[in-house]
């Protein structure tokens, strides 16, 4: 069975970082897309950055230019390096990932949500 679990959130000063990891682990034939996406109270889930495979990374526009996000395909790691943090980034961080798994002898790509962390920006 498939599960994301995910570390590095807390409480951090206005200008801060914080390093945000999250890792694949359980039934994976392969990975797709690997990413972060962040909830505000009473509001939806949104994108903050993706990565494929291959590497190639997008990047919500609030954040562009601070976060930075990487992946260790062989660790089935993401990482989420956030710096220059504003309190406007308080949120609950969720891992997101494609996942392709082989069920019942055919290959499904299915996405799976980490428990979410707990990120609190204030001075």
């Known amino acids: 069975q498939v599960q994301l679990v995910e570390s590095g959130g807390g409480l951090v000063q206005p200008g801060g970082s914080l390093r945000l990891s999250c890792t694949a682990s359980g039934g994976i034939f392969s990975i797709n897309a690997m990413g972060w996406y962040r909830q505000f109270p009473g509001k939806q889930r949104e994108l903050v950055a993706t990565?494929?495979?291959?590497?190639?990374?997008t990047y919500a526009d609030s954040v562009t230019g601070r976060f930075t996000i990487s992946r260790d395909n062989a660790k089935n790691t993401v990482n989420l390096q956030m710096d220059s943090l504003k309190p406007e980034d308080t949120a609950v961080y969720y891992c997101?990932?494609?996942?392709?798994?082989?069920?019942?002898?055919?290959?499904?790509?299915?996405?799976?949500w980490g428990q979410g962390t707990q990120v609190t920006v204030s001075s």
């Open positions: 990565v494929t495979g291959g590497s190639s990374a």
């Open positions: 997101h990932a494609d996942i392709y798994e082989f069920l019942r002898g055919k290959k499904y790509l299915l996405d799976y």
